[in-house]
């Protein structure tokens, strides 16, 4: 019987592996086949570089830019930014989030404005960020932050929301306290909700950073965005967004990757927003 369940398991293990690979070379194939497409029209209606200007011009640009070394410190502040709103807005959606899901009168009474604060466009809370916290990092933190909270939030409410009450009621059978329920308990039908948020608030905390960046900063890269844009440079406002895009990638990458590792049970849950 071990030797049959241990075959299934190599087995749906090794079709996985091959289902990834294909996808892989799948989204690479597309890539590829888009960016000829795209450098084909460049050249094929001879756009203006600084309209439109061809892959390989932008792929150049972005060497230049990390080759030069210029792109590197807003690389650095917006990472930080990022990081830091991202880590604000794990603590307070998970605490928070605990908070309503388990105690009735709160999610009664907080729930509706977390909800209601939701509608407001982050956009336009950005401004008074900038000037109650300043020109720092702090104000693009607390802006990442906002904006990366909700999805964990609700993840956190839901997950805790679908726990098994057959799972509760062993642990009451068992006295069992509110601690010990929480982490075996509650804690693993959480986690696949989980991190779904904090794969949707990773993005998130990127727009959040260079939403702050756009509104008043001198370095990073929305800043540097800004300054190109000025400039009608084009190429260098690409290889920016080509930076952001890898940065938001690898960030999500390495979520997907924890989550493999600690919640590799979710692919059976269905999380919010996943």
Request: aromatic share 10%; proline share 4%; no cysteine.
């Amino acid at each position: 019987m071990s030797l049959a369940l241990e075959s299934k398991r190599v087995t749906h293990k090794r079709l996985a592996r091959d289902g990834t690979l294909v996808s892989s070379l799948l989204v690479a194939a597309t890539t590829v086949a888009l960016l000829a497409l795209w450098e084909g029209i460049v050249i094929l209606f001879d756009i203006q570089p600084y309209i439109l200007p061809t892959p390989s011009e932008i792929l150049l640009r972005a060497w230049e830019d990390l080759s030069t070394g210029v792109i590197l410190p807003h690389l650095k502040v917006t990472f930080l930014e990022v990081i830091g709103g991202f880590a604000l807005a794990a603590v307070l959606g998970v605490g928070l989030g605990t908070m309503i899901a388990l105690v009735p009168f709160l999610e009664r009474t907080i729930y509706p404005f977390v909800l209601g604060f939701q509608t407001i466009p982050k956009i336009a809370i950005a401004p008074l960020l900038l000037i109650w916290f300043g020109f720092g990092m702090q104000s693009k933190i607390i802006t990442a932050a906002i904006i990366a909270f909700f999805p964990i939030l609700v993840n956190v409410v839901a997950g805790l929301k679908t726990v098994d009450g057959r799972r509760l009621l062993l642990m009451r059978a068992l006295r069992a306290n509110a601690l010990e329920t929480y982490l075996k308990v509650r804690l693993p039908s959480m986690l696949p909700y989980l991190f779904a948020g904090l794969e949707v608030g990773i993005i998130f905390a990127v727009i959040g950073a260079i939403v702050g960046e756009f509104i008043g900063s001198a370095v990073g890269l929305g800043s540097l965005i800004i300054q190109r844009q000025a400039a009608v440079d084009v190429a260098g406002v690409f290889s920016v967004l080509l930076y952001l895009s890898l940065m938001g990638i690898g960030m999500n990458l390495v979520l997907r990757t924890i989550a493999k590792r600690y919640a590799f049970w979710s692919a059976t849950a269905n999380p919010v927003g996943a």
